[in-house]
């Protein structure tokens, strides 16, 4: 006898739907991001702004995936996986979690170095951050980054901050 409990088929299907809805748009705002940060680069504007917060989406819509992949083969199908599939997804899971902790550094660094060759500098008082999530603004000169100062105060004021 199997006393083993089986969720039903809708808490199956909502639990990857969850997941599925979560790794798409941790991925589009990882995409949606990085395609704002190569724009302003490419064109030479004279602020770029790079949210380091969404590198971490990478690796969270990456692992969000895999779970999504998991969930539908053993969840929907009830198929087991074999002992490579497993250590297949395992490795997955890691290093989707490296990617999520290790790929945001690497690409600040990355967008520090560019922003440098290419005499743009920090614009500190624009910066933004809170917890993990961190918001740089780099500007081509300090007029630049004073019309940035004085349009995010605006902005603070008006939303009742």
């Keep these: 006898m199997n006393d083993e409990l089986h969720p039903s088929v809708l808490v199956r299907l909502l639990s990857i ?7 798409l748009a941790a ?10 940060l190569t724009t302003a680069l490419s064109s030479g504007l004279p602020m770029v702004g790079f949210d380091k917060g ?3 989406m990478l690796g969270a819509g990456i692992g969000g995936l895999i779970i999504v992949i998991g969930g539908v083969i053993q969840g929907l199908l009830r198929k087991n996986l ?25 690409a600040h660094y ?14 500190s008082d624009a ?3 809170w917890a993990l999530y961190s918001k ?6 300090n007029l630049a980054c004073s019309e940035l100062v004085e349009q995010k105060e605006i902005t603070k004021s008006s939303s009742g901050r």
Aim: charged share 10%.
């Design 110 to 123: 990355a967008v520090t170095s560019y922003t440098q060759q290419e005499n743009y500098q920090v614009c």
């Design 17 to 23: 739907s969850f997941f599925l809805v979560f790794a």
């Design 136 to 141: 740089f603004y780099y500007t081509k000169n």
């Design 82 to 106: 074999t002992p490579r599939a497993k250590t297949l997804f395992a490795r997955s899971l890691i290093f989707s979690l490296i990617l999520m902790f290790g790929f945001p550094h690497v």
């Design 127 to 129: 910066t933004y951050r």
């Design 54 to 56: 969404s590198t971490y």
């Design 27 to 36: 991925l589009a705002w990882f995409s949606l991001s990085m395609n704002d």
